[in-house]
C-alpha cells in the first residue's frame, strides 16, 4: 500500500509521510531560504555544465535555465510559496522548477546531491559575508583614521588597570583600534582566500560516474578551484567556523572600544560627546543621554562567540562525510554576520559622529601624577642614577605631592630637592603633558609625529 503522501523526491522508498514532530525538526526552509539565489546560481552553474558535458541536452538545460530564473523571480518579488513539508530550499526551488517547466526539471539533480549543494549554497553565501566584514571594517578604519588625524597630537590619559599611567595622544589610542581592526581585515581576508574551492561536484560523498566539469562549475560561481576531496568538500564547515572565529575576535575589539566609549561619555569622564543620532534618553531622568548603541555593540560578542562555540560543538566528533547534524550551521552564521555586521556599521557611525572633548582630555591628561615617569627619567638621564634609584625618588615626591594635595609640577624646586639635592629648574620641562607625549618617538609610541606617521602608513594600506 502506497501512502500518496509521502516525499516527492524519494517516495519510492517510503511508504508514508513523516510525522509532523519530524517534519518540524527536519525542516530547515524558515531559515535557509535567505540561501535562495545562491541555491539557483548554483543550479544554473551545474546545468549549463551538464549540457555542456553532455550529460542532459541542450533544450533541457535552457528550459531549466529559464524557470530557474522565473522561480528566482518569485522568489524576489515574494510571490514564492515556501512549503515545510519540501524541507529545505534546495527540495522548495527543484520542486517548484517542476511545476513551471516540467519533466527537464528532473534532470537537474543529475550527479549531484544536497550535500554537495547545500556545502556549495552556503559557501557562497558567507563568502559574500568575508566581503561584506571586510567593507564595514574598512569604513570603520577610515572613520577611526579621521579622528586619529584631527586628535593626533591631543593629550589624554592613557590607563593601564584603569589608572592613570602616562599621557598619550587621542591619535594615538584611535589608532590602537586601527591596528586591532586592520588584524580583523587581514583575518577575513585570508579566511576567504582559503575558502574559496567549489564542493560542487562532490556529490553526495564520493564523486560521480557522470563526466562531470567541476572546473566549470567552479570557475562560473567564482571558486578558485574545486575542493579537491570529495568526502572533506561535503563535510567541511570550516569557512563558517573561520568566519565565526574572526567574527568573535571582531566583535570582542568592538565590545572593548563600546566599553571605552559608554565610560568616557559619562558625565565623570566627559572624554567624548556621542551625538544625539547614536545615543537615546530616558523616559523619567531628563537629563539622561545614554550610550545604547555602544551597549549594544558591546554586547554582541556574546551571541556571535556563542554562534562560534554551538557551531564548534555541532561539528566535533561528527564522522564522515555529511550529518543532518550540519543543518544547525547556518542559523548560527546568519546570525552572526547580521549582527556584526549591524555592530560595525553602527560603531563607525559613532565613531564619525563623536566629539573628543579636548579641554577635559588634557585635564585629565596632566592629572594623577601621570608624568611620574617622565620625572624618574630624567632622574636617569640627566643625573646619572640608576632607573631603580630614580624610581624611589619619584615615588616618594608623588607622596609628597598627594600629602599637599597638588599634583607634579605644582611642587616647588624646593620641595623637589628635599627628595634629591641635585634636581635642577629644567626638570618642569619634562613634567609638563605635552612634552611627555612629544617625547615618546619610538616607533610606535604615542608621540603625534609618530602618529601621523602612522595615519599616513593605514591611509597608504587602505588607498
Ligand atoms: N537541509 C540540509 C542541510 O541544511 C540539506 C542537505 C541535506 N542532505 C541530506 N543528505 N539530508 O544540511
Given at each position: 500500500m502506497t501512502d500518496t503522501t509521502s516525499n516527492k523526491m524519494w517516495g519510492g522508498r517510503f511508504a508514508a509521510g513523516p510525522d509532523a514532530i519530524m517534519e518540524a525538526i527536519n525542516a530547515s526552509i524558515s531559515f535557509d531560504q535567505r540561501m535562495a539565489a545562491q541555491d539557483i546560481a548554483g543550479s544554473r552553474a551545474h546545468a549549463a555544465m551538464l549540457a555542456a558535458q553532455d550529460i542532459i541536452s541542450d533544450s533541457d538545460a535552457d528550459a531549466i535555465r529559464k524557470g530557474l530564473l522565473t522561480v528566482l523571480s518569485e522568489i524576489e518579488g515574494g510571490t514564492f510559496a515556501y512549503s515545510t513539508a519540501l524541507e529545505d530550499i534546495h527540495m522548495n526551488v527543484e520542486a517548484r522548477l517542476k511545476e513551471v517547466i516540467g519533466e527537464p526539471a528532473g534532470r537537474l539533480h543529475t550527479g549531484r546531491s544536497r550535500n554537495d549543494q547545500v556545502a556549495t549554497d552556503f559557501k557562497?553565501?558567507?563568502?559574500?559575508?568575508?566581503?561584506?566584514?571586510?567593507?564595514?571594517?574598512?569604513?570603520?578604519?577610515?572613520?577611526?583614521?579621521?579622528?586619529?588625524?584631527?586628535?593626533?597630537?591631543?593629550?589624554?590619559?592613557?590607563?593601564?588597570?584603569?589608572?592613570?599611567?602616562?599621557?598619550?595622544?587621542?591619535?594615538?589610542?584611535?589608532?590602537?583600534?586601527?591596528?586591532?581592526?586592520?588584524?580583523?581585515?587581514?583575518?577575513?581576508?585570508?579566511?576567504?582566500?582559503?575558502?574559496?574551492?567549489?564542493?560542487?561536484?562532490?556529490?553526495a560523498l564520493a564523486g560521480t560516474s557522470f563526466p562531470i566539469d567541476r572546473d566549470m562549475t567552479a570557475q562560473a560561481l567564482g571558486f578558485d578551484r574545486p575542493a579537491a576531496n570529495s568526502l572533506d568538500a561535503v563535510s567541511d564547515r570550516d569557512f563558517a567556523l573561520e568566519f565565526l572565529s574572526a567574527a568573535s575576535i571582531c566583535?570582542?575589539?568592538?565590545?572593548?572600544?563600546?566599553?571605552?566609549?559608554?565610560?568616557?561619555?559619562?558625565?565623570?569622564?566627559?572624554?567624548?560627546?556621542?551625538?544625539?543620532?547614536?545615543?537615546?534618553?530616558?523616559?523619567?531622568?531628563?537629563?539622561?543621554?545614554?550610550?545604547?548603541?555602544?551597549?549594544?555593540?558591546?554586547?554582541?560578542?556574546g551571541r556571535i562567540m556563542g554562534a562560534n562555540v554551538a557551531l564548534m560543538m555541532v561539528m566535533k566528533g561528527l564522522p564522515l562525510a555529511y550529518s543532518k547534524d550540519m543543518q544547525e550551521d547556518k542559523e548560527q552564521v546568519f546570525d552572526a554576520a547580521d549582527n556584526l555586521m549591524l555592530a560595525l556599521a553602527a560603531m563607525e557611525g559613532m565613531v564619525k559622529d563623536m566629539s573628543a572633548n579636548r579641554e577635559s582630555l588634557a585635564a585629565a591628561a596632566g592629572s594623577g601624577f601621570s608624568t611620574a615617569t617622565d620625572l624618574a627619567d630624567w632622574l636617569v638621564r640627566v643625573l646619572g642614577l640608576p632607573f631603580r634609584?630614580?624610581?624611589?625618588?619619584?615615588?616618594?615626591?608623588?607622596?609628597?605631592?598627594?600629602?599637599?594635595?597638588?599634583?607634579?609640577?605644582?611642587?616647588?624646586?624646593?620641595?623637589?630637592?628635599?627628595?634629591?639635592?641635585?634636581?635642577?629648574?629644567?626638570?618642569?620641562?619634562?613634567?609638563?603633558?605635552?612634552?611627555?607625549?612629544?617625547?615618546?618617538?619610538?616607533?610606535?609610541?604615542?608621540?603625534?609625529?609618530?602618529?601621523?606617521?602612522?595615519?599616513?602608513?593605514?591611509?597608504?594600506?587602505?588607498?
Open positions: 557562497l553565501w558567507t563568502r559574500d559575508q568575508f566581503d561584506a566584514a571586510e567593507s564595514g571594517l574598512l569604513a570603520l578604519i577610515k572613520a577611526l583614521l579621521g579622528q586619529a588625524e584631527a586628535g593626533a597630537d591631543w593629550v589624554m590619559p592613557g590607563f593601564t588597570h584603569l589608572q592613570t599611567a602616562q599621557p598619550v595622544t587621542w591619535g594615538h589610542h584611535m589608532m590602537a583600534y586601527v591596528e586591532m581592526f586592520g588584524r580583523d581585515l587581514s583575518r577575513m581576508r585570508d579566511a576567504r582566500a582559503r575558502m574559496n574551492e567549489s564542493p560542487l561536484g562532490a556529490a566583535a570582542m575589539h568592538l565590545s572593548r572600544f563600546a566599553e571605552e566609549l559608554v565610560i568616557w561619555s559619562s558625565a565623570q569622564f566627559r572624554f567624548v560627546t556621542l551625538s544625539d543620532r547614536f545615543s537615546t534618553g530616558s523616559s523619567i531622568m531628563p537629563q539622561k543621554k545614554n550610550p545604547d548603541a555602544a551597549e549594544l555593540i558591546r554586547a554582541k560578542i634609584d630614580a624610581h624611589h625618588i619619584t615615588g616618594s615626591l608623588v607622596a609628597l605631592a598627594e600629602q599637599n594635595g597638588c599634583d607634579l609640577p605644582d611642587l616647588t624646586l624646593e620641595q623637589m630637592q628635599s627628595a634629591h639635592g641635585d634636581i635642577s629648574a629644567d626638570v618642569f620641562d619634562v613634567l609638563g603633558v605635552e612634552n611627555s607625549v612629544n617625547s615618546r618617538m619610538s616607533y610606535g609610541g604615542t608621540a603625534p609625529a609618530q602618529v601621523r606617521a602612522q595615519v599616513a602608513r593605514w591611509k597608504g594600506i587602505i588607498g
